[in-house]
Structure formats: structure tokens, C-alpha cells
């Protein structure tokens, strides 16, 4: 007799997403995921930090928090309160950090404080899909924002605020990413985040500060972060060190009052975040952090700089997309006519893969004719031939663009 294997089907919890798909490695050329570039990961300074900090201190693994207690390595908090002092004028103390693992953890402990079904929130229209889809799983309204060159406009938020208050909804808060959008790759003026934060505090609702992608502005030079400039202690802010050191490496922080970290702490039932990785970071961070992010800089705007030009060469005036100050995206608009969904499903069976738009965005009409590419982790001749192998399935599936390569093609050639 055959055995026949257990039928899971019937006793699955409502509401789960649907099944992910079988990893089978990623296609030739892959322009999706927050994927950094491999040849900067810092792999000799972070062994050397490996070394000394275990030599130094491994024997405190045998103890939940290594001794620091909840919050996480304290070296590490440190650390970082210099870093967001510096870079974007926070001022804080180490018992103000969570450590967690990854900004994604940041983003579900948040919303397990602030978020229930039913509950409202405003978000930036183009935006992180990891957001999009927290809030959609739990079963939270979204308000769309549109964004200009400026980040979220805050005449736009002035105009919901005041609708959902006429009809009687103080939404939870205001979520957006005003450091390098995901995925515009704008960066909110300074004057505009001041309307921003004085919106929240006359509508008392709270801003959720999403810093992942600050550490990447090509020139260095930022605003100030949403959270140094509040008056009222009305920002929660996350960041990461996953673009500006290592995605895998899986750690995040949260900067609140003790009041939010304290209801946090009661719902991240992790046993603590990966304690060797934090270790690690705090080690090579105090050391090394200041010289290995310019060189990262430097060597992504190169990757920009190559896919913008093999767009321009490929694509022409069909391909739409303003140079971002920073990161690791290029969002691109194409003609009406093409449908990014579609063109995800062809291009992914020709080897390439790419985000459509519409999962990156709360308004699927505006979203449905642009595209995500991430430049940061294919080579610069990966970039290259990546575009141009788009640039021909685009053609072939929907005419566009007429010329590839400054070659005039018919549509059905």
C-alpha cells in the first residue's frame, strides 16, 4: 500500500496569505528585493570584529540579552546614539532603542501596539510593499498620500485629516519613509516635515518615521529626521542596518519614549533579537561604520548611473524616471499601454526579474504602468544586459519602445 501524506488543508487558520512559492534561485538578471551589492559587503572587517568581540565577550551568549538586557546589546544601542545624533539630529539615550531583528520587526511591533481591525492609517500612495500588506492582513484601512518631488505632500494630508475628521476617524498614525522613499528615492524638505509634524499635533495622530534607506543619500546630507524635530514626543522611528551593512544580518532598532518601548517589549515574545549578529555590528560599527559607507555610496551611484543610461539607451523617451538622491531603487513609469503586472509575468519567464508597480503602491490605476528596479545587486554588465533583454520582451508584448538600442523596430518585428 501507498502511504498517502497528512492533509494540513482543513486545519489552516483563516486569513493566511497564500502559499509561497517554491525558491528555486533567482533568475539571471534579478532587479528585485532590497539585495545590496555582495563586493561591498565588508566580509574581512566584519570576521575581525567576529574574532575580537567573541574572543572578548562569547561567554555572555550563555545568558538571554547577553546582559544588556531586553532592549538589546547595549554596545550597539551606544552606538547608535552617536550615529542618529550625528547623521539626523536625534537626540536619545540607549534605554530609547529596541533592537530588533530587521526593520520588518519594527514594523509588525508597532502596529501590534497601535493597530486593529478597522483602524485607519495614512501612507504614503507609492510605497514599501512590506507595509501595504502588514496593514492589509490585519485589516486596517489605508489612506493613500500622493508624493511629488518633495516626498508626501502635506496638502494632501491636510485634506484627508480633515475629511476622516468630519467623519469622526482619528486614524492611528501617519506612516512614511521622508529619508530615500521606497520606492520614489525622494527625501522630504525640511520645511515640509515641519508641516507634517504640526499636522500630527493639531489632529493628534502620531507619526511612524521609517528610516531603512537614510544611510544611502549619495552627497550624505540630510534633513533632520522626523523625531529630532518634534516637539511633543509624536514620532516613532525605525531604521536599519540592512542596506548600509548587510540585509541578512537581520538588525533593526526602534527609537521611542520609554512609555511605547515599554508596551513594545511586552509583545516581542522573541526571546530577544540575534544576539551574535549585534555583537558583530557593534564591534564593526564603532570602527569602521564612518569609512565603509561612502565607499558603498559611491559604488551603488555607479550601478544608478548605468541603469539610467541603459534605460535612456534601451528605452528612450519611453522609459520616465527622475535621478533619485539616494538608494538602492529606480522607479520608472512606461507608456499607458503596458501593464508592469504583465510585463513582470513575461519578463520573469525570459530570466529577468523585476517589481510591477502595483505592489508597491496603494492605488493600482496610477501604479499599473511603472516598475521597481533594484540596481544594487546585479553587476554593472548584468545592468546592462538586463535592461536590454527587458527593453526586447517589453517590445515584443506590448510595442514599446519602438526603438531599442536607437534601432527603429516595428511592433510586430
Same mark, same amino acid.
Given at each position: 500500500?501507498?502511504?498517502?501524506?497528512?492533509?494540513?488543508?482543513?486545519?489552516?487558520?483563516? *486569513?493566511?496569505?497564500?502559499?509561497?512559492?517554491?525558491?528555486?534561485?533567482?533568475?539571471?538578471? =534579478?532587479?528585485? *528585493?532590497?539585495?545590496?551589492?555582495?563586493?561591498?559587503?565588508?566580509?574581512?572587517?566584519?570576521?575581525?570584529?567576529?574574532?575580537?568581540?567573541?574572543?572578548?565577550?562569547?561567554?555572555?551568549?550563555?545568558?538571554?540579552?547577553? =546582559?544588556?538586557?531586553?532592549?538589546?546589546?547595549?554596545?550597539?544601542?551606544?552606538?547608535?546614539?552617536?550615529?542618529?545624533?550625528?547623521?539626523?539630529?536625534?537626540?536619545?539615550?540607549?534605554?530609547?532603542?529596541?533592537?530588533?531583528?530587521?526593520?520588518?520587526?519594527?514594523?509588525?511591533?508597532?502596529?501590534?501596539?497601535?493597530?486593529?481591525?478597522?483602524?485607519?492609517?495614512?501612507?504614503?500612495?507609492?510605497?514599501?510593499?512590506?507595509?501595504?500588506?502588514?496593514?492589509?492582513?490585519?485589516?486596517?484601512?489605508?489612506?493613500?498620500?500622493?508624493?511629488?518631488?518633495?516626498?508626501?505632500?502635506?496638502?494632501?494630508?491636510?485634506?484627508?485629516?480633515?475629511?476622516?475628521?468630519?467623519? *469622526?476617524?482619528?486614524?492611528?498614525?501617519?506612516?512614511?519613509?521622508?529619508?530615500?522613499? =521606497?520606492?520614489? *528615492?525622494?527625501?522630504?524638505?525640511?520645511?515640509?516635515?515641519?508641516?507634517?509634524?504640526?499636522?500630527?499635533?493639531?489632529?493628534?495622530?502620531?507619526?511612524?518615521?521609517?528610516?531603512?534607506?537614510?544611510?544611502?543619500?549619495?552627497?550624505?546630507?540630510?534633513?533632520?529626521?522626523?523625531?529630532?524635530?518634534?516637539?511633543?514626543?509624536n514620532v516613532i522611528h525605525i531604521g536599519s542596518f540592512s542596506k548600509s551593512v548587510a540585509p541578512a544580518l537581520r538588525v533593526g532598532y526602534i527609537v521611542a519614549p520609554w512609555n511605547v518601548l515599554s508596551?513594545?517589549?511586552?509583545?516581542?515574545?522573541?526571546?530577544?533579537?540575534?544576539?551574535?549578529?549585534?555583537?558583530?555590528?557593534?564591534?564593526?560599527?564603532?570602527?569602521?561604520?564612518?569609512?565603509?559607507?561612502?565607499?558603498?555610496?559611491?559604488?551603488?551611484?555607479?550601478?544608478?548611473?548605468?541603469?539610467?543610461?541603459?534605460?535612456?539607451?534601451?528605452?528612450?523617451?519611453?522609459?520616465?524616471?527622475?535621478?533619485?538622491?539616494?538608494?538602492?531603487?529606480?522607479?520608472?513609469?512606461?507608456?499607458?499601454?503596458?501593464?508592469?503586472?504583465?510585463?513582470?509575468?513575461?519578463?520573469?519567464?525570459?530570466?529577468?526579474?523585476?517589481?510591477?508597480?502595483?505592489?508597491?503602491?496603494? =492605488?493600482?490605476?496610477h501604479s499599473r504602468s511603472r516598475l521597481r528596479l533594484c540596481f544594487a545587486s546585479p553587476s554593472v554588465q548584468e545592468i546592462r544586459d538586463g535592461v536590454a533583454a527587458l527593453a526586447e520582451v517589453c517590445r515584443r508584448e506590448f510595442g514599446v519602445p519602438s526603438r531599442s538600442a536607437n534601432?527603429?523596430?516595428?511592433?510586430?518585428?
Amino acid at each position: 500500500m501507498t502511504a498517502t501524506s497528512f492533509d494540513y488543508t482543513p486545519l489552516l487558520a483563516e *486569513g493566511l496569505p497564500p502559499a509561497a512559492a517554491k525558491w528555486n534561485g533567482f533568475p539571471k538578471y =534579478n532587479f528585485v *528585493g532590497g539585495n545590496n551589492d555582495a563586493d561591498q559587503v565588508p566580509v574581512a572587517k566584519l570576521l575581525e570584529a567576529s574574532t575580537a568581540v567573541l574572543t572578548r565577550e562569547g561567554a555572555t551568549l550563555a545568558t538571554y540579552g547577553l =546582559n544588556s538586557g531586553p532592549l538589546g546589546y547595549r554596545p550597539l544601542r551606544e552606538f547608535l546614539v552617536g550615529k542618529l545624533k550625528r547623521d539626523a539630529g536625534i537626540t536619545c539615550t540607549a534605554d530609547e532603542i529596541l533592537i530588533t531583528s530587521g526593520s520588518l520587526q519594527g514594523l509588525d511591533l508597532v502596529n501590534g501596539i497601535l493597530l486593529s481591525p478597522g483602524d485607519t492609517v495614512l501612507i504614503e500612495q507609492e510605497c514599501y510593499q512590506g507595509s501595504i500588506t502588514r496593514l492589509t492582513r490585519r485589516g486596517v484601512k489605508i489612506v493613500g498620500i500622493p508624493l511629488d518631488h518633495d516626498g508626501m505632500r502635506t496638502d494632501a494630508v491636510a485634506a484627508a485629516l480633515a475629511d476622516l475628521k468630519a467623519k *469622526g476617524i482619528r486614524p492611528k498614525y501617519i506612516y512614511t519613509i521622508p529619508t530615500v522613499q =521606497n520606492p520614489t *528615492g525622494t527625501i522630504m524638505s525640511e520645511q515640509r516635515r515641519a508641516e507634517l509634524l504640526k499636522l500630527a499635533d493639531d489632529y493628534g495622530v502620531p507619526i511612524f518615521e521609517d528610516d531603512c534607506y537614510a544611510d544611502l543619500i549619495w552627497n550624505g546630507q540630510r534633513p533632520p529626521a522626523l523625531y529630532a524635530m518634534s516637539k511633543t514626543n509624536n514620532v516613532i522611528h525605525i531604521g536599519s542596518f540592512s542596506k548600509s551593512v548587510a540585509p541578512a544580518l537581520r538588525v533593526g532598532y526602534i527609537v521611542a519614549p520609554w512609555n511605547v518601548l515599554s508596551r513594545i517589549l511586552s509583545i516581542k515574545t522573541d526571546a530577544g533579537s540575534g544576539a551574535l549578529e549585534q555583537m558583530v555590528l557593534a564591534e564593526f560599527s564603532a570602527a569602521h561604520f564612518n569609512d565603509h559607507v561612502p565607499k558603498l555610496r559611491r559604488d551603488l551611484r555607479v550601478k544608478l548611473e548605468a541603469m539610467m543610461e541603459a534605460l535612456a539607451e534601451q528605452f528612450g523617451t519611453a522609459a520616465e524616471f527622475d535621478d533619485p538622491r539616494g538608494g538602492i531603487f529606480l522607479w520608472v513609469k512606461l507608456p499607458d499601454n503596458v501593464d508592469t503586472l504583465k510585463l513582470y509575468q513575461a519578463a520573469l519567464a525570459a530570466g529577468i526579474a523585476i517589481n510591477p508597480g502595483t505592489e508597491w503602491s496603494v =492605488n493600482a490605476a496610477h501604479s499599473r504602468s511603472r516598475l521597481r528596479l533594484c540596481f544594487a545587486s546585479p553587476s554593472v554588465q548584468e545592468i546592462r544586459d538586463g535592461v536590454a533583454a527587458l527593453a526586447e520582451v517589453c517590445r515584443r508584448e506590448f510595442g514599446v519602445p519602438s526603438r531599442s538600442a536607437n534601432v527603429e523596430r516595428a511592433a510586430g518585428a
